[in-house]
């Protein structure tokens, strides 16, 4: 008897189907600094011009438990950009531009359409962080996951010039912290919401938060910042991207030794999810766990304060001061 590859599960020609069908959506997605085109055994990327003392930088991540929820709503068109946010925001803090994009998607079995959505929501945040996707790896593993599930990574590169990429040198006090709304929850903190919301508060997909559903809500893609700190960098001494910890653990990571922050709680603009979340959770869980509806915070020197505001959506939520706890008041 002979077996195939295929008789194992992999589909070699559903692999080359599914390239296919997504090259339109990568190429939309070039500039002039990317090499060749899509199928070549690396990405390549010319080093742009313009830096002085150019270092590269480099993230990784993924979107959690949120891909959970979009498996089991079938909703996969905004997963992608989630992916590409939770990567192009990081770079940003560190001041660097982002270039390229590279996406990880592994499966117990390809579903073409599927796959096809999820790398067309790529692209999309790539588009939005001004960065091309220049390579990827789709993994067929039966046996390794659900025949319906799949897995996603994302890995981003860009450049900074070498002396600006520790903000701690920046950060001054008395300096003002400006937020950046954030679209929802973005891409943490997805388990508790899920615990929360569907196991202790029994809520459906369709109820109403906020006048939408409850899915939307939820999958409601990550801000991409990249735009906002390419416009307000010669503004800026420092971002923290508030991820996993939410303000308390993250801002303390652009403060040098010394620094901490004062947090006005009853200045942040709160979306109605989190306080659905919250008549099940204790406060301090929560800010620890979620954004509370700020993505990134900007530090600011005071003088600058006006600019922000003036070319921005972002607005003052506390300062920088002179003790080493981020205090919530």
């Keep these: 008897m002979n077996i195939s590859y295929e008789d194992a599960g992999v589909s070699i020609d559903n692999g080359n189907a599914f390239v296919e069908a997504i090259k339109p959506l990568v190429k939309e997605t070039f500039n002039e600094n990317v090499l060749g085109g899509i199928g070549s055994f690396s990405g390549a990327f010319a080093m742009p011009s313009g830096f002085k003392n150019p270092v590269m930088l480099a993230a990784t991540d993924g979107v959690g438990t949120k891909l959970r929820l979009a498996i089991d709503s079938q909703k996969f068109d905004t997963i992608g950009e989630d992916l590409v946010a939770m990567c192009v925001n990081d770079l940003i803090c560190n001041f660097a531009t982002p270039l390229f994009f590279l996406d990880y998607y592994a499966t117990a079995k390809l579903d073409i359409e599927v796959a096809k959505k999820v790398v067309a929501g790529i692209a999309n945040g790539c588009k939005k962080a001004n960065c091309a996707l ?79 559903n409850l899915i939307d809500v939820l999958l409601e893609p990550t801000r991409i910042y990249v735009k906002d700190f390419l416009k307000l960098k010669p503004f800026i001494n420092a971002l923290a991207h508030i991820t996993g910890g939410g303000l308390v653990e993250n801002l303390p990571r652009i403060f040098p030794k010394g620094m901490g922050a004062i947090i006005r709680k009853h200045h942040l603009k709160t979306p109605e999810i989190f306080y659905q979340i919250g008549q099940s959770v204790e406060e301090a869980e929560m800010y620890r766990s979620f954004n509370m509806g700020v993505g990134l915070v900007m530090v600011v020197d005071p003088s600058n304060v006006g600019k922000v505001l003036e070319n921005s959506d972002a607005y003052v939520i506390g300062e920088v001061v002179l003790n080493e706890n981020v205090i919530l008041e």
């Design 134 to 212: 220049i390579g990827g790896e789709t993994a067929e593993m039966p046996g390794m996951y659900h025949s319906n599930d799949f897995d996603l990574a994302g890995f981003s590169v860009g450049m900074a010039e070498k002396d600006e990429i520790d903000r701690r040198n920046f950060v001054k006090n008395g300096d003002i912290l400006l937020a950046l709304p954030s679209s929802g929850l973005h891409s943490n903190g997805y388990s508790l919401a899920r615990k929360v919301l569907f196991e202790a508060q029994k809520l459906k997909f369709d109820d109403k938060i906020d006048g939408k």
